[in-house]
């Protein structure tokens, strides 16, 4: 009868592997650790700015902490009695009083205010960047669909930090948001004016905007966007990461790096990068000077106000939209029982539609393109945008269409600058809004489709080289210098779907839905240039000069 010796307890020497060993033991963290530790995760350039918007929360929930110790969301009237002495004296709320303290008596308070300010402008660019990379190399299909509405939430809900935080300090420029707000609100019929008073407490700009603005903006906002974070690294880890095509890499596999100790470092050394660069940027550059722009007062109206970025092309809309339009008035009139009541599409349409529009094909964008293609498989390799050109004209589309409504939001800017007509500036944005995402449609795909056949190009004949030799018979060719097989590979592995044509149900018949999948399948892929084949690329490298020289035979033609 033999016995068996247990094996003894791992005792560590040290006191942080005590300490850390006594943790473990009673959580078992240490298994969680070691199977995410060992996650793969490919490496490409482009895979950072989901890093940059993550990295820029953290920044914003540090600098928000700081600033909420001083800030006072208040309306209640006071007078300015802070170091400012251009406002010393000047009746104002309590938070635009507060908002200047924290800028010019708080030791380090302006530094704050604009290090939250800049990573607030650069987490949603991040995000939106991030949401471009993902659409334009098709990230978003099977099974990352629900991710995909997940970013979109995630930027809605930047969308909406963003606006809630830059409407506290109740300056006058912040003010004016708020009254655009407010319009848009009231031309709600019936229940618009509810609405305003509601949420204002009482008549514009009422007693209470600002601290409920407050409470949405340090407390539920962040919530939801920390909960979207999260959902969103669960699914990636769950789904594994994207990566784009090369050698060794399939739609079962990822190539590159493990988390720990690779990417760890990585990613401690890139938060440090950008939150350097946050700070350089906010150390260096002014944002929001308050101070210039006063406490806000309802009554003037403010010339040359500008509304961030991510919030002007609903401004831009709202100032391209015309009142009347030949005939037709967008303002109506409807009678109730209890009275008139006046709808006004021309705040309401641009106000919602375009957003409307934009947001809601988001949304449905990967079962549009699954409904178009009929491809219901896995898709775990990205595609190279000019693979996908109809795809990426559409996306150019939806980028022009909103530079241009951006743009409008500084049209009285753009007409005192270049001393031009305002009218004019008018008419060309307008006219930019309808047909430039139609021209920005054509030529992307134009351009992505003539990459594609570069690409053909060279994986058959190699790349040009710019020497031109006579052969022994006479014969005058330029020299082609074959590309290596990595490249070889990227240019030639991808999917290019054929045009569907519509199928018969069980009756033999063809239905609508067919027609219409048949028609957007054509619109799609009608002008798709097919991927080389195996044949075509033996074919091309089989003759001594054929298609391609290849090195030997380059050689030899060189010695002639």
């Known amino acids: 009868m033999s016995s068996s010796t247990a094996i003894p307890a791992y005792e560590p020497k040290t006191r942080v592997g005590k300490v850390t060993n006594y943790v473990d033991s009673r959580v078992g963290g240490s298994a969680m650790v070691k199977e995410f530790g060992r996650k793969i995760f490919p490496d490409h350039w482009t895979f950072m700015f989901g890093e940059v918007a993550l990295y820029t929360f953290v920044i914003l929930l540090i600098s928000g902490t700081f600033l909420t110790f001083f800030y006072d969301p208040s309306m209640a009237e006071t007078h300015y009695e802070g170091s400012y002495l251009p406002l010393r004296g000047v009746e104002m709320s309590v938070a635009y009083a507060s908002s200047l303290d924290i800028s010019f008596d708080i030791r380090g308070g302006l530094f704050m205010r604009q290090v939250h300010h800049w990573s607030a402008l650069l987490f949603v660019a991040a995000v939106a960047v991030h949401m471009l990379r993902v659409f334009f190399t098709g990230a978003f299909r099977k099974p990352r669909e629900f991710n995909w509405v997940v970013g979109c939430v995630l930027l809605i809900m930047s969308l909406a930090a963003g606006f809630t935080g830059y409407s506290l300090p109740d300056d006058l420029l912040s003010g004016n948001g708020l009254r655009i707000i407010?319009?848009?609100?009231?031309?709600?019929?019936?229940?618009?004016?509810?609405?305003?008073?509601?949420?204002?407490?009482?008549?514009?700009?009422?007693?209470?905007?600002?601290?409920?603005?407050?409470?949405?903006?340090?407390?539920?906002?962040?919530?939801?966007?920390?909960?979207?974070?999260?959902?969103?690294?669960?699914?990636?880890?769950?789904?594994?990461?994207?990566?784009?095509?090369?050698?060794?890499?399939?739609?079962?596999?990822?190539?590159?790096?493990?988390?720990?100790?690779?990417?760890?470092?990585?990613?401690?050394?890139?938060?440090?990068i950008v939150f350097g660069i946050v700070a350089a940027i906010s150390a260096a550059f002014t944002i929001n000077p308050i101070w210039n722009y006063g406490p806000y007062d309802p009554s003037p109206v403010s010339a040359g106000t500008q509304p961030d970025w991510y919030i002007g092309w609903v401004d831009g809309a709202l100032r391209l939209m015309p009142g009347t339009l030949g005939a037709f008035d967008f303002e109506w009139n409807i009678?109730?029982?209890?009275?008139?009541?006046?709808?006004?599409?021309?705040?309401?349409?641009?106000a919602l539609v375009p957003a409307g529009i934009v947001f809601t094909l988001m949304f449905a964008w990967p079962w549009i393109e699954a409904w178009v293609t009929r491809d219901r498989r896995e898709k775990h390799l990205l595609d190279r945008p000019r693979n996908a050109p109809t795809r990426t004209g559409i996306g150019v589309a939806g980028i022009v269409f909103y530079c241009v409504l951006w743009a409008a939001a500084s049209s009285d800017l753009i007409a005192t600058h270049f001393l031009v007509s305002l009218n004019d500036v008018t008419y060309w944005l307008r006219f930019l809004a309808i047909f430039g995402p139609v021209l920005g449609f054509m030529v992307a795909r134009r351009i992505a489709l003539a990459l594609q056949r570069k690409d053909r190009e060279i994986a058959l004949h190699g790349r040009e080289t710019g020497r031109i030799v006579r052969l022994p018979h006479g014969e005058f060719i330029e020299v082609h210098e074959p590309v290596d097989e990595y490249k070889r590979y990227r240019l030639v592995s991808f999917d290019s779907p054929q045009v569907a044509l519509p199928a018969a149900d069980a009756h033999g018949k063809v239905g609508l839905s067919e027609k219409a999948r048949s028609r957007a399948s054509r619109f799609f892929f009608e002008d798709r240039v097919a991927p080389v084949t195996p044949s075509e690329l033996s074919a091309a490298h089989s003759g001594h000069h054929g298609e391609i020289a290849e090195s030997q035979d380059r050689e030899s033609i060189a010695s002639h």
């Open 335 to 350: 009678p109730f029982p209890w009275g008139v009541n006046t709808l006004s599409l021309n705040v309401l349409i641009p």
């Open 182 to 272: 407010d319009g848009v609100m009231k031309a709600i019929p019936v229940v618009g004016t509810y609405l305003s008073f509601f949420l204002f407490g009482g008549e514009f700009p009422g007693t209470a905007i600002i601290g409920r603005l407050y409470v949405l903006h340090i407390l539920l906002i962040p919530a939801l966007i920390l909960l979207l974070i999260g959902i969103h690294l669960f699914m990636v880890v769950l789904h594994k990461h994207t990566q784009f095509p090369g050698p060794g890499r399939t739609n079962t596999n990822v190539v590159g790096y493990p988390v720990g100790p690779v990417y760890a470092a990585k990613a401690g050394g890139f938060f440090f």
